[in-house]
């Protein structure tokens, strides 16, 4: 859903019969799709940031946290150990206990973060070294007390930069709803060349015959909607304006859903209530999933990340791979917005996830799956000061 324009906003007021200021308009309407506003993520590339005077690794980890990440929790902490090195760890505050029971999501997002922060370190002329589990055996019961990963970044004068590392800045999760052609195998490969993943295979399942898949997707969002716990997650999740979303700087929103304009307006002020009754409401509830459904309905192709095994290490790995697909697709013009609901390992959603992987070897997992197409809507979703993921 593109942002509507100031004029058409105005005209929608006065038939709603809502009188605005000029700086309410301003407030709901912008004047480019790439203009960021406060409450946004920056660009960590801005000139300005790259100059100031703070070490290699802080401006690096400032570049990996812009990382898709699950709901946006920013589960990440780190020890610095030098001006070129640090350890990163699950943030165990920020973690997605109903949804994501077996911490498979959170340690994606691990990935994710170490693939951006390579990938961005090139760009300030440095080689990033990852090692994994630096600390040994790593199981659940060590989230947040060893490290998932030591980093040191080298410079190196000789770099050749991935490609990939130019869209850093840009990528962001679409949730509008998509137009443009269907993606073709071509576009898929194209993709998937570009994305060199290096851990897991890419599926592509074209729109000509993904009726069933959408139908398991819209199952999988209700069976999240009606499941009391899970859904409460996303409201203690959900920035319910664009002051929380600023004061918080994390979770989803309305603006992230794809929400503009008059729709935006209308919703926060007059639907969006705070409190559980409202949220678990069947009218909040058929809201969210109407929503759902014209996203799924308007995906132009979708793409799987499979692993032929399901370790924490696999998780990490998906992703790193994860983070170059989104890379990649941006790169080729294309948006993208996982739908994780079907993966998700929470007993209420097993008999849909078990008829939708019923068809994986053993052992096998679909970590990521997203749908793609086209839509120039844009929302950076906040991210907080680098200065508050560092362990004193
Ligand atoms: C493991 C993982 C699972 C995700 N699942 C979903 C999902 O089911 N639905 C969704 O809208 N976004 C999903 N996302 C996207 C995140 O919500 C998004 O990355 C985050 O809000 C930050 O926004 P950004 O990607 O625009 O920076 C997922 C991301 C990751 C890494």
Known sequence: MASISRKTFLKYSISFGVILSTSQVLQYCKTSSKERYDYERKNPFDPEFLSENISPILKAIRIGITAPNPHNVQPWKFK??????????????????????????????????????????????????????????????????????????NKQEDLVQNPLSEFI????????????EDLTQEDFEKIRKDSAVLYSELKFVPKAGSEKLS?????AMQMETDTYKTYEESRIWFRYNDEEIGKFKDGISLRA????????????????????ESWHSPENKKAGMDMFASM????????????????????????RDYLRLHLAATKNGFSLHPMS????????????????????????KIQMLARLGKSDYHFYSPRRDPKEFLLK
């Open 80 to 153: 610095i150990i030098n001006d070129h090195s640090a350890y990163l760890y699950v943030d165990e505050k920020r973690l997605l206990k109903d949804t994501d029971p077996t911490f498979r999501q959170i340690h994606i997002g691990q990935g994710t973060f170490l693939e951006n922060l390579s990938l961005g370190a090139q760009v300030l002329g440095h080689s990033a070294e990852v090692s994994l589990f630096p600390e040994g055996k790593y199981t659940i019961a060590d989230i947040g007390k060893k490290p998932i990963a030591k980093i040191i970044l």
């Open 169 to 180: 800045s840009e990528r962001v999760t679409r949730r509008s709803v998509y137009g443009g």
């Open 215 to 219: 139908e398991q997707l819209i199952a």
């Open 257 to 276: 859903n794809g929400t503009s304009g008059l729709k935006y307006y209308i919703a926060r002020n007059f639907f969006l209530k705070h409190g559980t």
């Open 296 to 319: 799924v309905e308007s995906s132009k192709g979708f793409i799987f990340l499979k692993t032929d095994h399901n370790e924490v290490i696999d998780w990490v790995q998906a992703g």
């Open 341 to 364: 609901q079907i993966l998700q390992e929470y007993p209420e959603m097993d008999p849909i996830r078990n008829e939708f992987e019923s068809s994986l070897k053993p052992g096998e």
